[in-house]
């Protein structure tokens, strides 16, 4: 279980860094009058979602690893000032975009129905990956305990109100057949007779791009360091450079891995594979966090952990049932009578039968069992939504990074028969 969250964390931030990267050159490109592909090399003889090369991803990826491998204290001013102006920028896009507003544009509203909701929802999830990054940092940050929750919540809180203003904003500019995938706010601008807002939009999300790219480094890195740590990952990823104090060799190998697929993966095959992981690491949590408060070993009678392990895996089961029965019926709703009520009979039974074993010591999440048990529920339903070529392509990069794994097991073995 622990190797299946560590591969899924890690290829989650290894495709968001590359999906970021790729964006990055599309608005460097319409920040320079250029189409966003102008700057990208054309493969013709390769599949049309993987033909577009993106030689200037890997320049920008080279100099996030450069900034990241130097401090952390240098990284973390560099991103204040960049967010002081991205704030800034995000400001001037809901203005100046809803001067430029048209209602008309909100009339075809919700054009694919709830099903397009949530399979959109599914696509974009990976627009809140990041803000777990701030809990790798714990060891470098003052008073953990109070600080993390603090920063966790209120930064997700922000950004969540950020991203539904910039999205109303941006479909109100624009028809959303005529938003521009790589580039969207930059074009929306240039279609609307702001040609110079375009430069500010451009300019501000590069920036954006920055920095998301630069934390994206620093948390991957010690995620990578922490699982190295415990041996089922090559420990020499682990080692801590004494001059910098950073993790050079995790951050040089997970930036790696990060360019070798922005260079040919388009944006849309990048969303879904992110979409995937990140879901399936936000229910893991969930239940990690019922196990933490449910379970504590020699305190949890033998009765209560049977009861805690039924209640969990009928939670688990109506939850996947619930999203196969999504899946496979375009319009049916008999199935919803049979799973929801078990999922809410199994979270309640969950809350009146089994007494909590363990209670957090600074803060903790509210209403357990309800909140993380909607959250399994919600997370397994989205990837319901997701395309089946998408868990195709997840299954075979998850195999080469067991692979992978496999072998910096093997020679650590080697190694100590070797000592």
């Given amino acids: 279980m622990a190797f299946i969250a560590a591969g899924n964390i890690l290829l989650e931030y290894v495709i968001g860094g590359a999906a970021v990267a790729r964006s990055w050159t599309s608005y460097f490109a319409t920040l320079l009058n250029h189409h966003p592909n102008d700057f990208r090399i054309v493969a013709h003889g390769l599949s049309p979602d993987y033909r577009y090369l993106d030689p200037i991803a890997i320049v920008v990826l080279a100099i996030i690893c450069v900034m990241a491998v130097m401090s952390t204290k240098g990284s973390s001013i560099f991103n204040y000032i960049a967010s ?3 704030v800034a920028v995000i400001i001037f896009i809901i203005i100046a975009g809803l001067i430029k507003a048209d209602t008309k544009n909100y009339s075809d509203f919700a054009p694919f129905g709830v099903r397009g909701i949530f399979q959109a929802s599914a696509v974009l999830f990976f627009a809140y990956i990041g803000f777990d990054a701030v809990s790798t940092m714990a060891e470098e940050t003052k008073n953990p305990g109070r600080n993390i929750p603090i920063g966790l919540v209120a930064s997700m809180v922000i950004v969540t109100l950020a991203y539904c203003l910039l ?3 941006l479909c109100l500019m624009q028809p959303y057949k005529d938003i521009d995938v790589d580039a969207p706010f930059s074009v929306a601008f240039e279609a609307a007779g702001w040609g110079w807002a375009k430069y500010i939009v451009a300019a501000g999300a590069l920036k954006g791009m920055t920095t998301v790219l630069l934390v994206s480094a620093v948390g991957q890195a010690r995620y990578l360091t922490h ?4 041996h089922m ?3 020499w990823l682990a080692i801590v450079n004494e001059k910098t104090g950073t993790p050079v060799n995790a951050t040089v190998v997970m930036l790696a891995a990060t360019a070798v697929i922005a260079f040919f993966t388009s944006l849309g095959i990048l969303s879904n594979l992110l979409s995937i992981s990140t879901l399936f690491i936000f229910m893991l949590v ?3 966090l019922l196990v933490r408060r449910y379970h504590v070993s020699g305190v949890t009678t033998i009765a209560n952990l049977i009861k805690f392990i039924v209640f969990l895996a009928l939670i688990l089961g109506s939850s996947i049932g619930t999203a196969i029965y999504w899946a496979s019926s375009t319009d049916g709703w008999i199935g919803y009578t049979i ?3 078990i999922w809410v009979l199994s979270t309640f039974g969950l809350w009146l039968f089994v007494p909590q074993a363990r209670e957090p010591k600074v803060w903790g999440v509210p209403l357990v069992p309800w ?6 529920a919600v997370n397994i339903f989205l990837l319901g939504s997701i395309d089946k070529a998408s ?3 997840q299954r075979h990069i998850f195999q080469i990074l067991k692979e992978y794994a496999l072998y910096g097991v093997l020679e650590i073995d080697v190694l100590i028969r070797t000592l």
């Fill in 233 to 235: 990952m090559p420990p």
């Fill in 227 to 230: 699982i190295a740590r415990t």
């Fill in 339 to 341: 799973t929801l009520p």
């Fill in 84 to 86: 002081i102006i991205h």
């Fill in 371 to 376: 909140l993380p048990s909607v959250s399994i």
């Fill in 391 to 393: 868990f195709e392509r």
């Fill in 167 to 169: 999205a109303m904003t």
């Fill in 286 to 288: 969930a239940i990690g």
